[in-house]
């Protein structure tokens, strides 16, 4: 192909749908990425369009929790000891972002952003041929107990505040929507906004398809370094207007520029069993426990919770040993024999929200990372975003609270 005009670097979910939304604009692009498409948590994700997500992870009622889950280190989150020292300065920022005014204003700019990526994929599906493999299920978060249930009330509250329907359930009710569930579970919310993608490593595949369709290439190469007018790679220097959206691995290629972005891993693990081990009609969210169980094609994935522990440690797939089996326990008649393991970097910053805009002094340079366990539900509307920002057209929301020079006014 002639010289790009945009280097998207990343061949995840993200990248691929910011490429597919600029060559939507009469932009040429070539993506780069270290392995190739779908290679990291675009495979492995549990398959969610989750738009009433709106609610920051950090926020007072994690606070809260957190000691108790960080004593347990199969727990719905830990740190690993040998991490803990290097996450300090993050975790400072996450507990700063977790009081209550931030907490709103983060709330806002989230609630915002999904009605934009609820719209974007409303287009996008059907320009892309790929509505056939969208599902409105909805979910079902389930609770144990009238103390459980009421503590998520205020939450539920503010969701109601933002237009997101949903339905509490209780005994039978919840039968009926999912047999099948221990009767430890007494409450639970019902959303039908809630929708999922048949299987999230098929889906980012097909993208990469429509890529070079249309003409863009996909190479496997790592980016080094930014460089004046575009990037250093192993596959040589390439020039053009730059998308990074290299998930986790994102804050390097940035450190490059003499960026610092406090962006951290959270390192996911599921199991994914035959499709048979379990009659799943939608998505369950254990929430006090953090994780979740997926109907996909590919099968029954039971997999969530958050291991602040960077990049380089080896994996601990006891931690989805440890949800599998929680799993067994409150789902009685699944089937855990033949399952598949697998542990993924998902690109975390402090206060939730993504970083989408132009890198402080480089307006050559697209930030679209740190998405968090929202890569899949927010990646046409990110790639919609992104394309405006190439083309000069107003995104139709503040981008402020997402701006990647955000976080230099914290100490």
């Known amino acids: 192909m002639a010289a790009p005009d945009v280097i998207v670097i990343g061949a995840g979910v993200v990248g691929l749908s910011c490429a597919l939304a ?21 495979a492995g994700n549990a398959g969610a369009f989750a738009f009433p997500d709106i609610l920051p ?14 004593i347990d280190p199969l727990g719905p989150l830990t740190v690993p000891p040998r991490y803990a020292l290097r996450i300090a300065p993050w975790m400072l920022r996450f507990w700063r972002a977790s009081w209550p005014a931030r907490v709103r204003a983060s709330t806002i700019a989230q609630a915002a952003l999904m009605v934009r990526c609820r719209e974007a ?15 409105r299920d909805g979910a079902l978060e389930v609770y144990e107990g009238e103390a459980d249930f009421r503590a998520s009330l205020p939450g539920w509250q503010l969701k109601a505040e933002h237009g997101i329907a ?35 490593k098929d889906y980012t595949l097909a993208l990469a398809e429509r890529v070079r369709a249309r003409g863009g290439d996909i190479v496997v190469a790592e980016a080094t370094a930014l460089a004046p007018g575009g990037v250093e790679t192993t596959a040589g220097r390439m020039t053009g207007r730059v998308i990074v959206a290299a ?8 450190r490059t520029a003499g960026i610092r972005i406090p962006l951290e891993t959270e390192r996911g693990y599921n199991t994914t069993l035959p499709c048979e081990a379990f009659d799943l009609r939608l998505q369950i969210v254990f929430g006090g426990h953090g994780f979740v169980v997926s109907r996909l094609s590919c099968g029954i994935r039971v997999g ?45 910053l402090p ?18 990372f740190g998405h968090g366990h929202l890569g899949l539900t927010q990646s ?23 701006s990647p020079a955000r976080f230099s006014r914290w100490p």
Not at 121 to 135: A, D, I, N, S
Not at 321 to 348: C, I, N, V, Y
Not at 351 to 368: E, F, K, Q, S, Y
Request: charged fraction near 20%; charge should be positive; include cysteine.
């Open 57 to 70: 992870l950090a926020s007072p009622r994690i606070i809260r929790q957190a000691p108790r889950w960080l």
């Open 22 to 42: 600029a060559q939507a604009r009469g932009l040429r692009v070539r993506v780069i990425d270290r392995e190739g498409p779908a290679a990291g948590a675009s």
């Open 304 to 348: 969530g919770a958050v291991e602040l522990g960077g990049l380089d440690l080896p994996p601990n797939f006891a931690r989805a040993e440890a949800m599998l089996a929680k799993a067994a326990d409150f789902l009685p008649g699944l089937t855990t024999a033949g399952g598949r393991q697998w542990m993924g970097f998902r690109p975390s």
């Open 247 to 254: 998930g986790a691995f994102s804050h390097r290629l940035i």
């Open 380 to 402: 046409a509307g990110t790639g919609e975003i992104v394309a405006d920002l190439l083309t000069g057209r107003p995104p139709g929301l503040d981008m402020q609270p997402f």
């Open 351 to 368: 206060d939730t929200l993504p970083a989408i805009g132009p890198l402080p002094g480089r307006p050559d340079v697209i930030c679209a």
């Open 166 to 200: 949903f339905r509490h359930l209780r005994g039978e009710e919840i039968a009926e929507i999912q047999p099948g569930l221990s009767p430890r579970f007494t409450h639970a919310v019902q959303t039908r906004g809630w929708y999922a993608i048949s299987d999230p």
């Open 121 to 135: 994929l409303e287009v996008f599906l059907p320009r892309e041929g790929l509505q056939g493999m969208l599902r």
